[in-house]
């Protein structure tokens, strides 16, 4: 059981720093005044050692001239926008559960990006203030505490980040249902979206969403020859609704889906190892080879890979997997084939303007280097995650800010989700966003792992699945 708790504490904190591991590197094709972060005086050799030039374009605008700025709403002063952080505190996770994670805070990666928008005219004028605070991905209690400190004892505008993990992610609609505060965080469910009303954004791509383009990205780059009907199987109860909806995009684009079952055993590894079983008895009695994997569970993974080195499997979600590029998934033998899909290689994020500018910040600020976390050898501090994923975050938050003019509140963010003039999100190529697609990210790009190499190998380009 201690083997199980520690195996899912190490889970949930590589998929709640995976928001920074995607990276692609490519930008939006049209350059935003009010939040691109260019920085074009960037060191060929040595990219991320170059701090912004002075000569740079300013990332914000300062808004019109004779506009008077004043306290419009709760956290927004004439001068200021106070906003709340959150972050996994690393730290006490490592030392609470003897885990040795590498993952560096992320507060001082966000505070030093802050610090470069403030330098270059803050958000029309006003400079951005972080409250932190810090909580365990380890279900709901620490993020509640969080939640509450941020909207009941501080005095905040929005909150960047918000929480990631079983029973801490739910937490997240306590900002913007009990409080009716601004998120700017992990992609809400579609249920969770619509509670909102426009309330949480997010730089990512919900799972609802990515669920029909991996199907639609499967068929145009043309892998779903050869596999046949396939079976879909989620990792919680809860995920019910996704495996419906993978199935359905499947059969949209010709696949037949016979078997579709989740996970009711989570953490118990004898019942999933039957419950697999059962299911595989099923799958190959009527054909099935392909198996389509959703959500996170270690030992249903581990069981289908042990139980079916013949079949081929589809990870639902590439994005999550931040851990086999140093370590392969267990009972996963070299010549089983496993496809998923994320952003493209990590390293790329370096060929990103925007992406380059928070790290020449971000390393100026702490004196530190910022390197791709599949380059960093085992046990080596990983600023990576924190400091991507802040770039991204506090980038779209400036820009729906600034659509939403110099009187801030609510209201006015809620009018400017479908007036941002051409959004563009660090490490992304495609992003749009608007009232009824409050999840930004537009880009995914087919990938196949290759055990031996550990290494994920692009199969497709990346496509705008917006």
Known sequence: MKHSILALLIALALIAASCGDDSNGTSGEAEVESAPLEDDSTDEDSPSKDSPSEDSPSP?????????????????????????????????????????????????????????????????????????????PVGPTSADEVCLKLTEDATIFAVLAGFSGPGALDVNS?????????????????????????????ADMSLNRRNSAVARLMADAGVLDGLGEMMV??????????????AEALSGVGVGVPITEVITTTGDRPATANDVAVWLERARSSGVSTAVLLGEDEFRNQEFFIQAPEFTFIMGNGDSITDWSS????????????????????????DDPQILTCVAAVEEAQGIEVRATSQLPNGEPNYFSGTVGACRSISLFVQIATAAG???????????????????????????????KVDARDQLVLVEYDRANLAFVPISDAIDVG
Request: net charge negative; hydrophobic share 40%.
């Open 174 to 202: 306590c900002f913007t249902e009990l409080h009716d505060t601004i998120l700017v965080g992990p992609a809400p469910r579609s249920d969770q979206a619509e509670a909102a009303g426009g309330l949480w954004v997010s």
């Open 60 to 136: 914000v605008d300062d808004g019109p001239e004779d506009v008077v700025l004043t306290d419009t709403f709760r956290g927004v002063t004439a001068d200021t926008i106070t906003l709340g952080y959150t972050s996994i505190n690393f730290e006490l996770l490592n030392e609470s559960f003897g885990l040795d994670l590498a993952f560096q805070n992320f507060g001082p990666q966000a505070d030093a990006i802050v610090a470069y928008y403030n330098e270059n005219g803050g958000v029309l004028g006003r400079q951005i203030e972080l409250i932190h605070e810090k909580y365990l």
């Open 327 to 350: 370590i392969p998934p267990e009972g996963l033998e070299e010549g089983t084939r496993l496809l998923t899909n994320n952003n493209g290689p990590d390293v790329a994020a370096f």
């Open 233 to 246: 199987i989620g990792s919680s109860i809860d995920e019910q609704p996704l495996v419906d909806g993978m």
């Open 406 to 436: 110099p009187n801030l509140t609510n209201e006015t963010w809620l009018a400017a989700l479908d007036n941002v003039p051409d959004l563009s999100l660090p490490g992304y190529k495609f992003a749009t966003i608007r009232a009824d």
